[in-house]
């Protein structure tokens, strides 16, 4: 099983739609992310959170909003969908405990807005 | 903020071929990492490398941190290899900042 898993993998949702993205992890890692690729790019930063209580914007947060419901969970929403947030989505962990701060990734989830 | 730049953006090879990817950063920084984006999406980690070099079967990474780049290199290709090599630096946190990417194909 992998360790950061997202659901859904797909999703296609129209165009004012409210709509969440979820992941989970089993790492055990305190701080959590969410990143967005948009076709022929790399991933930018959208929100950021490095425990249960703590919630960082990112880069492109505008017309996102997240959740750390508890140390293994973190969502992203999409309060009210339009057809430029079409894109693949990424969950990431990583541990501020270790000596090192390597970032492991979910399987990312491909979101369609029509 | 930080760039972070990667050349060739494109490499086309056939299998058996050695290559290096490159990636340049703009600012010091405490975390650099390789990843391959295969075809299916999935971000595969390939090397934690803030300095020094490390190796993995076919695949070796070098970061020369006070110059500012870090080189990926793949020897003896196979089409396995094939998808989009992205490097990400972080600097004095770990949120990342992704380059654009080396895509790869390699051909039988």
């Known amino acids: 099983d992998a360790d950061v898993t997202q659901t859904p993998r797909n999703r296609i949702t129209k165009t004012g739609k409210r709509i969440m993205l979820e992941c989970s992890q089993t790492?055990?890692?305190?701080?959590m992310y969410w990143y967005r690729q948009d076709p022929g790019l790399g991933l930018r930063l959208i929100y950021y959170s490095f425990d249960v209580k703590d919630i960082n914007k990112g880069e492109i947060s505008d017309g996102y909003s997240v959740s750390r419901q508890a140390q293994a969970k973190f969502s992203l929403s999409l309060e009210s969908a339009i057809p430029n947030q079409t894109a693949l989505y990424f969950c990431?962990?990583?541990?501020?405990?270790?000596?090192?701060?390597?970032?492991?990734f979910g399987q990312g989830t491909r979101l369609t807005v029509v | 903020g930080i760039q972070v730049e990667q050349s060739p953006p494109d490499l086309i090879l056939q299998e058996g071929a050695n290559s290096t990817l490159r990636c340049n950063f703009s600012?010091?920084?405490?975390?650099l990492q390789w990843f391959h984006q295969n075809p299916w999406g999935q971000l595969i980690n390939l090397f934690y490398i803030p300095s020094g070099t490390k190796q993995n079967g076919r695949l070796s990474a070098t970061t020369v941190a006070t110059e500012r780049y870090s080189l990926l290199y793949i020897s003896s290709s196979q089409t396995t290899d094939s998808g989009v090599y992205f490097c990400?630096?972080?600097?004095?946190?770990?949120?990342?900042?992704f380059g654009t990417g080396t895509r790869l194909q390699v051909f039988p």
């Open positions: 600012d010091s920084v405490n975390n």
């Open positions: 990400a630096v972080g600097v004095n946190t770990d949120k990342l900042i």
């Open positions: 990431a962990t990583s541990d501020s405990r270790q000596g090192d701060t390597e970032a492991f």
């Open positions: 790492k055990g890692h305190d701080r």
